[in-house]
């Protein structure tokens, strides 16, 4: 298989909530992988901070700050990037965010804001990218779904019914886009170290209990994304559409 498959050089990424975290280290993989990423978050600052570090590090990365929850601030965020751009060849809808509650006393106002941005904010930037992947009869976008689109625990029905969501609406996507040339899938983390998680891998019980139930016995690092977003965003997954592909350590294979 040619290296040429996975070759990023002249497309544009843009990646939502990647100031941090795992959006941050995917737009350095696909920066790696020759593109022009365009960083996104609702924080400018430290929107910046991460655009700052990764041309330290001679990579091509710009930022657009926006917050994924509000669809004015989303198209007016987009047809920036666009202008000053030329074009959003990969969309990664990453940002996201975690609620713990008893179900039985879930609020309100913490449901509707994990929907919001977990499940709703894909599809309301997808929608704002999507009209010019049409036009160009070319697109890839990759949902950043978890192990939560499948299987879930307790405290999290939220993030599951968001997560869970997406999974289909990733299949949704790729249905109505495909005759567009337009590649839809998602990416399943399992679970890994950022602040997202800290509470987690902070607790020795938790993270007892993950390093004996994962048969990799281990926690994932975000680096070990990278692979996977590289292929959905390139020529090599030209075949491949309304996927999540799993990347949990074995996770969900293990009783
Ligand atoms: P994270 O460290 O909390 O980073 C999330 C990023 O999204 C932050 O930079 C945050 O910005 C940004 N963000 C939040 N709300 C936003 C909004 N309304 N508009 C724009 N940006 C916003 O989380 P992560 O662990 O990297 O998670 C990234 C994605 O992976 C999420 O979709 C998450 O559900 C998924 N995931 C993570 C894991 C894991 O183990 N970590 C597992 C499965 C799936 P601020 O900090 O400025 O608010």
Known sequence: MSKDLFDLYGKVALITGSARGIGFVLA????????????????????????????SEDLNAHGVSFDVTK?????????DAESRFGQIDILVNNAGIQRRYPLEDFPDAEWQAVLDIDLTAPFVVSRAVVKGMIARKAGKI???????STVTRPTIAAYTAAKGGLALLTKSMAVEWAKHNIQTN??????????MTERL??????????????????WGDPQE???????????????????????????????
């Open 28 to 55: 350095g993989g696909l920066a790696k992988a020759g593109a022009t990423v365009i960083l996104n978050d609702i924080d400018p600052a430290a929107l910046d901070a991460g655009v700052g570090k990764l041309r």
């Open 225 to 255: 994304l990278v692979g996977t977003a590289v292929f959905l965003a390139s020529a090599a997954s030209s075949y491949v559409n309304g996927q999540v592909i799993y990347v949990e350590g074995g996770l969900l294979a293990s009783m």
């Open 186 to 195: 998602g990416i399943g983390p399992g679970y890994f170290k950022t602040e």
């Open 142 to 148: 990759i949902n950043i779904c978890s192990l939560q």
């Open 201 to 218: 891998w902070k607790d020795v019980d938790f993270d007892a209990w993950l390093c004996g139930r994962v048969p990799a016995a281990r």
């Open 71 to 79: 669809t004015d601030a989303v198209n007016a965020g987009i047809a």
